[in-house]
């Protein structure tokens, strides 16, 4: 079994390949990995009727908390059946990593796991726009985010940089405090 060693731990971006981010999690939990695969409600087809199942929001996509050095000696371990690799940022050719407040926030609005949670790929700079505020009560309490519009509803988004972000349901204004 790995033992996660004492070094700097962040979270990483990782990349698995063909739709095998469940059976990747699992894998790395079993050798003591902290890990999150953004999951969403989706109406699937099970044997010809439709059901309401959790499915990966995003295809491909597993978050690890780790020493870069450890993974990398867990990944090649695996050898060729390792189905997983770190997403490189182009620009410091270094992998994506998260901040843990940034990976706090985005994991308690994914873990709702409220029907009406979206997440986005594809940012528009337009959802870029808005306050910066902090959700005083409920169950998002504490989470740092924008205020933004989808579906002519206000929701507080919270965003992995230039990667990822969750919209969060419905939040009422006296909820928020403006924090930027």
């Known amino acids: 079994m790995h033992t996660v060693s004492r070094r700097v731990m962040k979270w990483y971006a990782i990349r698995v390949t063909y739709g095998r ?16 695969v953004p999951m969403h409600l989706r109406t699937v087809d099970k044997d010809g009727r439709k059901d309401i199942a959790y499915v990966p929001a995003v295809s491909n996509l597993c978050f690890v908390r780790g020493c870069q050095q450890d993974l990398y000696e867990f990944f090649k371990s695996m050898g060729e059946a390792c189905p997983a690799r770190f997403i490189w940022d182009k620009s410091t050719r270094e992998p994506i990593t998260v901040g843990d407040k940034v990976m706090d926030d985005f994991m308690t609005v994914s873990r709702a796991k409220l029907e009406d949670t979206i997440y986005l790929t594809d940012l528009n700079s337009k959802l870029r726009e808005g306050q910066l505020v902090r959700v005083l009560e409920g169950p998002f309490a504490g989470v740092e985010g924008r205020i933004v519009r989808i579906r002519r509803t206000r929701r507080i988004l919270v965003e992995i940089p230039g990667m990822l972000s969750v919209a969060a349901a419905f939040i009422p204004g006296d909820n928020l405090e403006i924090i930027g």
């Open 21 to 36: 981010e469940l059976k990747f999690r699992t894998v790395l939990q079993e050798h003591g990995w902290e890990t999150l």
